[in-house]
């Protein structure tokens, strides 16, 4: 177990120059997002997307850090309806009425930008709609707050109060986390939590909020693929995500 100030150390502290990396490698992934909205319609094969995506990364001088990651075979992450996180692309085709997330990370010049967000599918349930606004304003509120001074546990205690009071559960066992120049470093970022509590954020530090929203219970379980997580009571779930970094007086999205 490591003590505070291990963990404080071993947390990476970017530059200005790293900024102006991580906002270039940032606003690609987010670029691909927009590309691939189109592609969002009932009829249309997750491995398509991951395809275009891929290749839309690839003639912009980037590639996805996904790909070949730990064994995972595919470009981009595609999590439909109950799904929490790390769908992988297949054949399975969109639905009308489905949601949908897709999770894209781009390395560009050696710096990584991670971002997602959730899609209609066609017309969807005023559920689901709601679902996908409230997630969205879940990230948002634990970005809102960002300053040098405020603790890691500031950030959760934002999300949850907010997706709790507006009757949905937050996903407790997949997290944010630091990302720079590698795919995943310290700290992690909880979406939930205490005021308070946690490590205290300083400037040059760079991390994803990426909440994730069940309408349901926040109980998650792994299919046998060892990638794909699902709410355990089958209830919609969606996820929005941005890397951020924090400067004097605040933070940058560099995923716009």
Sequence with gaps: MKTKTEETSSIKIYSEDDFKGLKKAGSLAARTLEYIEKLIKPGVKTNFIDEVANKFLNDHGAFSAPL???????????????????GIPSDQTLKEGDI????????????????SKTFSVGNVSIEAKKLIQLTYES??????????GITLGDIGFAIQSFAESNNCSVVRDFCGHGVGKTFHEEPNILHYGKKGEGLTIKKGMVFTIEPMINLGEYHTKVLSDGWTAVTKDKSLSAQFEHTVGIIDNGYEIFTL
Aim: some cysteine; overall charge positive.
């Design 139 to 148: 990230m948002m509120e634990g970005i809102k707050i960002l300053k040098p």
């Design 68 to 86: 070949f990651y730990r064994g995972y075979t595919k470009s981009i992450c595609t999590s439909i309806n109950h799904v929490v996180c790390h």
């Design 100 to 115: 949908i997330n897709i999770d894209i990370t781009s390395i560009l010049n050696g710096y990584y930008g991670d971002t």
